[in-house]
């Protein structure tokens, strides 16, 4: 499967960074990029719906998948899997959409990433830990252990900045916004991209 | 002279491509820019104002100035000298600015960039050339021959886009201009720009 020719935007942040938030704001802006809905074996949160914003599927089913090989990549992330599809990349070049925004962990960027090298990569920070602690607490569908245990792992996490392409600092979400999707576009302007059309531009 | 915590955009094109329009559009979006006026030996065009557009200055003044080192980069196009002052430099450090833009040509630009190798360079196309035509005779500041002499370098010249990072097409001004916005905006993200971002958030 030749994938070199979508556009793939990963977008990964310590746990209520708000990459969710900005994700949806570069979908808004970019209607020929899809979302790409990860397989997981976590459960829902809050308004979240089976097939739009994730595949939640018992761990039985997702090591069946994995054993046959649907993921193009895959990753344990606080205890839980999750995976992305080859057949989500398909549906995205089937719909003649351009590309594919992932909302992904850091252990999963890395493996897009070490898998397809032209992956952009983005992560967004919070602006302090306090801000993001109270950010967990707000969301209220977690519990004290599991905000502990997000908070301790969020130090570790915004450490993982050093392998991406690009950091966000998401002191401002409409500014974050703004940035995120001038990279999208930055991209696009890359000169080994634009290259065809600089050659078409001569003939 | 220590430059790297500037940001410099230099933008080139083919002669008409847009590229001064999209400049001051670029201006306008960041008030932390400066525009870095160049000396030229080049007669002002149109409304173009002495000290503000560039320094308009005759050829002996021009190589008084480069025998004196007063220059960042200087090169000879269409016939002409232009060149960046160090003083221009030092003045966007003075006015506490982020960085410079640059409108240049490309022997400016590869110039500037062997020299400052953290430049950001930007290439405008122009959509076709029989456009790039259209413009020309439109601006109604250059005779015939001149135009007829700056279409047979505009070929010569769109191949330099291969020395540049990023390459607009200027087929609508909008989003040429929002392009180009992009690109400075996602420069500033990059990883190697945050870290220090990144690292005081840890500390």
Redesign the interface.
């Given at each position: 499967m030749e994938l070199s020719d979508l556009q793939l935007i990963i977008i990964s942040s310590p746990s209520g960074a708000g990459k969710t938030t900005l994700t949806r704001r570069a979908l808004d802006a970019f209607p020929d990029l899809t979302f790409s809905i990860s397989h997981t074996t976590r459960a829902p949160r809050g308004s979240e719906r089976d097939g739009v914003d994730y595949h939640f599927v018992d761990v039985a089913e997702f090591e069946r998948l994995r054993d046959e090989g649907a993921f193009a990549e895959y990753a344990s992330v606080h205890g839980n899997f999750y995976g992305t599809s080859v057949n989500e990349l398909e549906r995205a070049r089937a719909e003649g959409k351009r590309g594919l925004i992932f909302d992904i962990d850091y252990q999963g960027a890395r493996q897009i990433r070490a898998k397809l090298p032209h992956a952009t990569t983005?992560?967004i920070?919070?602006?302090?830990?306090i801000e993001l602690e109270r950010r967990l607490r707000g969301r209220g569908s977690d519990d004290e252990e599991t905000i502990r245990r997000r908070l301790q792992k969020a130090?570790a996490e915004?450490?993982q900045?050093?392998f991406?392409?690009?950091?966000?600092?998401n002191d401002a979400l409409d500014r974050a916004a703004?940035?995120l999707?001038?990279?999208?576009?930055?991209?696009?302007?890359?000169?080994q991209i634009?290259?065809l059309?600089?050659e078409a531009?001569?003939r």
């Open positions: 983005v992560f920070l919070p602006p302090d830990l130090r915004i450490e900045y050093a991406f392409d690009y950091v966000i600092v703004a940035d999707i001038g990279i999208i576009r930055a991209e696009r302007c890359k000169r634009q290259a059309r600089a531009l001569l």
